[in-house]
């Protein structure tokens, strides 16, 4: 059964899937990002702009 089941497969793909979550944050005054209810330092270059934030995926 496997081996007439594999011939309809499709191979992988090359690039690996990442399983995580982008969020979009901005950096505040005091160089922090808020990501759900948690808060992030950032270096202080970054203060003023919006930034993302990758957030994994964790079962």
Do not use: D
């Not at 793909?13 to 990002?33: D, G, H, W, Y």
């Amino acid at each position: 059964m496997w081996a007439k089941e594999k011939e309809y497969l499709h191979p992988l793909p090359e690039k690996k899937f990442e399983a995580c979550r982008l969020v979009s944050c901005q950096v505040n005054k005091t160089s922090l990002i808020t990501v759900e209810t948690n808060q992030y330092s950032v270096p202080c270059s970054y203060v003023g702009q919006a930034v993302w934030a990758k957030c994994l995926s964790i079962m």
